[in-house]
């Protein structure tokens, strides 16, 4: 058994200082010690795909991530592991405990995780080892993760077993929620404009120093096709990743980021919300351009005629929703979001349709991640 102060502090040595994930009873020692320590920073996520997600960001903006979660969420990373991680070629410290390992009594709903778990990292192909549970063990297995990160360029886990580090007990208070933000109705009723029509407009009026995070599908590729920029992340896999990611990027950069997303994304994600209205960075805008339909596979219907994107941004903590149906009423919004204190959402509702020839960018998603991270260095 070790002490969390000692893993952390070899931790620190080793640059690691952003942490995210989803609390388990095992790994309450750890949280408990991040959330205390002024020099750390430790983000609470609703779901354990997004922490992945938030650490991506985190990592594009120059940190080095680690992300805390139970065995019983590695399904819900499994799609950012292997749609966002791997192909950005993004290295992150994933730290998984391993509830219902064999021999030892738990609840029945960790059986057969606890079986599996180390088959499916490895069917992950992903490079593991035991959590340290000397002190001696830490340095070690620290040094092994690291380099096997920057080798690899992806992520490492650690399967922390029970009883792997002693109790810590939570010496902060909880945080205050946000205060209440605005929702505003800047619906006209008249004809609804395209996707790249906002897309067009978006591009003439963003700064030079804001960062994109495009989320994938038709959007990405859209933005793509009408202006190749630095500072444009095409975010390929991940569905409804996107917001996390820019979440982690906002938390870890002065400049303004800009996440484009679409209906059925944040359908998917919708606890990327929450998170962003508690962060409440001043500096995130957060667009969903919102069509009705998974305009990527042919257009069926999603269920976002139901949703009103801004009133849910607003009742989760974001300092204005604005709800918008016109291309001048995006463009006056859009500036006015740059001019104020975030976190903003814009909800675009669109015609459904784009451009006649869509392009796919030709460079390769590892190379777009380190000319966007260069791009939030400079």
Not at 35 to 40: F, H, N, T, Y
Not at 140 to 169: E, H, I, N, W, Y
Request: charged fraction near 15%.
């Amino acid at each position: 058994m070790i002490e969390a102060g000692a893993f952390l502090g070899a931790l620190q040595r080793r640059g690691f200082d952003f942490f995210t994930g989803v609390p388990c009873s095992f790994l309450t020692p750890l949280i408990n010690r991040v959330i205390s320590d002024p020099r750390l920073r430790y983000v609470g996520a609703a779901s354990e795909g997004e922490a992945v997600a938030i650490a991506a960001g985190a990592w594009l903006a120059g940190r080095m991530p680690v992300v805390l979660c139970q065995n019983s969420g590695l399904g819900n990373t499994v799609n950012p592991l292997t749609s966002l991680n791997d192909p950005f070629r993004i290295p992150t410290l994933l730290i998984t405990t391993w509830r219902g390992q064999p021999g030892l009594a738990d609840e029945p709903q960790h059986e057969l995780m606890g079986e599996i778990t180390h088959e499916l990292i490895e069917t992950l192909r992903l490079p593991w080892a035991n959590f340290p549970d000397t002190d001696a063990a830490i340095g070690p297995t620290l040094d092994q993760a690291v380099a096997m990160m920057g080798a690899s360029q992806r992520p490492f886990v650690l399967v922390m077993a029970k009883g792997a580090v002693a109790d810590s007990p939570l010496d902060k208070a909880p945080a205050k929620p946000p205060s209440p933000g605005r929702w505003t109705d800047g619906c006209q009723g008249g004809a609804r404009p395209r996707r790249v029509d906002i897309l067009n407009a978006l591009l003439a009026h963003v700064p030079d120093a804001a960062a994109i995070v495009a989320t994938t599908g038709l959007c990405g590729r859209e933005l793509y096709t009408l202006a190749d920029r630095p500072q444009q992340l095409y975010q390929v896999g991940s569905m409804g990743g996107a917001s996390a990611m820019g979440l982690g990027v906002a938390l870890n950069a002065t400049r303004p980021v800009i996440v484009l997303d679409g209906d059925g994304a944040a359908l998917m994600k919708m606890g990327n919300m929450a998170t962003i209205g508690w962060q409440h960075p001043a500096n995130l805008i957060h667009i969903v351009l919102d069509n009705g339909v998974h305009d990527s596979t042919g257009g069926q219907a999603t269920v976002s005629a139901g949703v009103d994107f801004a009133r849910v941004a607003v009742a989760c903590g974001y300092a204005q929703g604005i709800g918008l149906d016109s291309l001048e009423g995006f463009v006056q919004a859009f500036l006015a979001a740059l001019a104020q204190p975030g976190p903003c959402l814009l909800h675009v509702r669109l015609a459904p349709g784009g451009l006649d020839k869509v392009g796919r960018p030709k460079i390769k998603p590892q190379d777009v991640a380190r000319r966007f991270q260069a791009f939030l260095a400079g």
